[in-house]
Structures are given as C-alpha cells and as structure tokens.
C-alpha cells in the first residue's frame, strides 16, 4: 500500500512569504498544488502559479528548509530567476535565510546573494542565451520545456543552479508530452493546451501528480486546508 504523508501540515508550510509582500491568491492568476511522488512514498509538494510576467513556485520538504522561486519573464521568454531559502515550518520567521537572482549578461551568470543584509555578486561563466535551472524543481523544469515548445526550439542552453554548470537540454515533443533531457536525465512532462497535468522522471520512478483542477482565489489550495500563499 502507498504511503502518504498527512497533507494538511505540508500543505501549511505553503503560506511562507514576506510580509510586506505575501498576498493570496487572487481571480488574476491561479495556484496549484503538486505532490512528487517516488516509489510508495510522497516525499514533497509544490504549489506553483503562471502569470502574465513570471512564474512563481514554493517547494517543501518536510523538516527541510523551504525554497520559493520566481522567474520573470519577458515577452514570454524566462529572464531573471530569483530563489528564497526559508527556514522549516515552525523554525519561526517569515523572512528568507537567503535570497540569489540568476541573471544572464552575454556569456556569463550574474548571481547576486543577499544573507542578512549583506550583498555579494559573482559572475560565473556560462554560454550566451543560457537560461537558469532550478533542478530540484520539476514544475520549473516543466515550464522551461513548455517555453521551448512554445518557441518552437528543440534544444535549450541551461545553467543549473545548484552546479554552476551550464548543459545543452534537448526538447522533444510528443504528443501531449514534452521530453526534456537535462545532463542526460529525461523529464517527461504531460500537458492539456496550457495545463501543467504531470512530470515524470523514470529513471528515478518520480512522478509529480496534480492534487486539484486550477480554481481561482486559491480554492485549489483552501479546499486542501493551506490557506495557500506565494511569494509576490
């Protein structure tokens, strides 16, 4: 039998924000909620809502500390990618532990990091027209390859953040499914029109699954008991 983790307190970790900055959903853009599960375990969750410049997610583990990130957009094409640590549910505390913004400039990665205040920049090099990865997230590996879709490209240049590498990503379409292969691990995600429906990862029995149909003013999540919110 499958083991699931109780969702309600998972899904509370997901009203993390600024102050000044958290707001609820609104009938301007949608929330969804996704559980990645791996084998019988559901090991994490993500809530991620598009909206006309940017996407936004929130990405928790239990007991973990929890990451939010936002890549703008522009003209529909991912920019700047902006990501914030912040501690586990309970650790007490609204504001990020760290915050980094991604931004290509010609043939090197700005990366800008704020800790407590203290700003440092580095630029690392990478390719012209790369575009940042956040690989621990699969619904932003998803969107990456709906851009490629949508751009009708069949290859990305990719900066993963957690490496410093930058990787050639070849953008398959089949069907419904667009197969993204990042540093030679294939992610399969299955889309209606613009709906983000799953992702899976079989090589490493990882399937992300939709906990509820897109609702406006954060019904997808309320009804999940979250009182959904994400980083604005």
């Known amino acids: 039998m499958r083991k699931r983790r109780s969702l309600a307190p998972l899904l509370l970790l997901l009203t993390f924000a600024r102050a000044a900055e958290a707001q609820a959903v609104t ?24 909206e006309s410049g940017s996407v ?3 990405f928790v583990v239990p007991n973990s500390p ?10 529909g094409a991912p920019t700047l990618l902006r990501l914030g640590v912040y501690p586990p549910a309970g650790a007490g ?3 990020p532990l ?16 704020t800790v407590q205040g203290e700003r440092t920049a580095q630029r690392l090099p990478t390719r012209p027209g790369a575009i940042p990865l956040l690989g621990r997230s699969m619904l932003h590996t998803a969107y990456l390859a709906w851009f490629a879709q949508q751009a009708h490209r069949d ?30 691990l294939e992610i399969i995600s299955t889309w209606s ?18 906990l509820d149909r897109q609702a406006p003013d954060g019904a997808a999540w309320e009804s999940s008991g979250a009182g959904g919110r994400i980083p604005r």
């Open 193 to 210: 029109e613009s709906t983000l429906l799953t992702v899976t990862v079989p090589s490493q029995a990882l399937k992300v699954v939709r």
């Open 98 to 113: 760290q915050e980094t913004d991604f931004l290509a400039v010609g043939d090197s990665m700005l990366v800008t990091t």
């Open 155 to 184: 290859s990305l240049t990719l900066f993963i953040t957690s490496s410093g590498k930058t990787v050639h990503a070849a953008a398959t379409v089949r069907g419904e499914q667009i197969a993204l292969t990042v540093d030679g």
């Open 27 to 50: 009938t301007d853009s949608t929330a969804v909620v996704y559980a990645y599960i791996q084998g019988a375990d559901t090991i994490a969750f993500e809530g991620v809502r598009l």
């Open 56 to 58: 936004r997610g929130v």
């Open 93 to 95: 505390g609204i504001l």
């Open 66 to 75: 929890r990451l939010a990130w936002e890549h703008q957009l522009e003209g």
